[in-house]
């Protein structure tokens, strides 16, 4: 994704003196094809002699030179979110090659802080805060500066920073090193014999493989989590059952999936509390949200109505259990519903508020689910006016915002 005030900017300013993109590109010398692109956020010109020029051309007095300078600041701040991704990449394949590199001291304030901030502060901010205290806990561990009997709390405090870094990275659509850094917070939950680590793992294992389209092995992963849960790992039970309703939604057996959403249900019932608050647990909006996008695949539509009232009831939660992002997801998913449901008004209600409101330039469930809905409209009212021009909005939108 490319930074986008200078195409706003350089749009605004050239509608403003009335010049077509072929006037502005005779004036600046450049392809009017190139000018088109960086207007609508596909391309970002990194020659800030470019800025000048142009700037100069539309007697701009700076501010397009201006808006540059910003994009400038942006796209570095995202060069270092990247450098600082690959580092943890690393740094989680190291643990898995290195079967005895045990983690973590008494830095549980820390975690829990990180858990609970997650996905409401900025990611770099959680980025960096996260790899710090991952490599104190991995210095602690080589260089043997724990009590022996500490070495089992080192590794389940360093696999829970491997699970936010985990997060992190899917949010940001990098599901490859996702599994990665979930994969080493399972084995270090293993190494631990933490149960509920390794529960927690594999339904994060399952998410990231969700995010890929690959439901066979997202299914396999939250069963074989399934084996974890015991009387002692919290809200475990539940989110590896939603999870596996997903998985088996997607791959066509709805009817499964709503067996598993119940008895998703019952399980929270019984649930005892989980040990670390924020990522680590598996909230009431939550579960209603998986009931929500797991049933919306159905081909019987009593089914698809029980996954609006689902989407709806979530909608209604998020505004207490307060989670932006996944807000945003159940409005695109009561849209989906209705719109597989054959009603474009209330799809079409559904998803204006998500267009309304601003959205992390790395949200990548966001964008991934709104390209979705695109595909849904144009399948369900191939004929509709009215859905094609929402089909160019939601374009736009994800690649513009």
């Known amino acids: 994704m490319e930074p986008q005030r200078t195409g706003r900017v350089l749009r605004r300013l050239r509608d403003d003196r009335g010049l077509s993109l072929r006037d502005l590109a005779g004036l600046t010398y450049c392809a009017w094809s190139h000018l088109a692109n960086i207007e609508a956020g596909r391309r970002w010109p990194k020659d800030r002699g470019w800025a000048e020029r142009v700037d100069r051309a539309l007697d701009a007095h700076g501010e397009l030179l201006a808006a540059w300078d910003d994009d400038q600041r942006d796209n570095a701040r995202r060069d270092d979110t990247l450098r600082m991704l690959e580092q943890s ?43 710090a205290i991952r490599s104190e806990l991995m210095r602690r561990i080589r260089a043997g500066a724990h009590r022996p009997e500490e070495i089992r709390e080192l590794y ?30 399972f084995e270090l939950g293993d190494r631990a014999d933490h149960d509920q680590l390794r529960a927690w793992a594999r339904g994060t294992q399952a998410l990231a493989f969700r995010f890929v389209k690959d439901f066979e092995s997202a299914r396999d992963s939250a069963t074989d989590g399934l084996r974890y849960v015991t009387g002692s790992t919290g809200t475990a039970e539940a989110r590896l059952l939603c999870g596996l309703a997903a998985s088996v939604a997607n791959l066509g057996d709805s009817a499964r999936a709503l067996e598993l959403l119940d008895e998703a249900d019952r399980a929270r ?3 005892g509390p989980d040990e670390i608050p924020g990522l680590f647990t598996f909230s009431p909006a939550k579960q209603i949200y998986y009931r929500g996008f797991s049933l919306m695949w159905a081909d019987d539509q009593r089914i698809q109505r029980k996954s609006v009232k689902a989407s709806e009831r979530a909608i209604d939660a998020w505004q207490v259990q307060r989670s932006p992002g996944d807000e945003m997801l159940s409005q695109i998913y009561l849209a989906s519903a209705n719109a597989r449901l054959g009603d474009l008004d209330a799809s079409l209600a559904a998803v204006t508020p998500v267009l309304e409101s601003p959205i992390s330039a790395h949200f990548s469930w966001v964008r991934k689910r709104l390209n979705q809905l695109e595909g849904l409209l144009s399948q369900n009212f191939p004929d509709s006016a009215v859905a094609a021009d929402m089909r160019e909005t939601l374009t736009t939108y994800v690649h513009t915002k």
């Open 269 to 271: 019932d019984a649930a």
């Open 89 to 131: 990449r690393r740094e989680s394949e190291a643990l898995l090659s290195a079967p005895d590199a045990a983690p973590l001291d008494d830095m549980q304030d820390g975690i829990i802080d990180v858990a609970r901030r997650a996905r409401f502060e900025s990611y770099d901010k959680t980025l960096s805060r996260a790899m």
């Open 156 to 185: 389940v405090a360093l696999g829970r920073v491997c699970g936010v870094l985990s997060y992190l990275t899917l949010d940001l659509g990098q599901a490859d090193t996702a599994r990665i850094h979930a994969q080493a917070s």
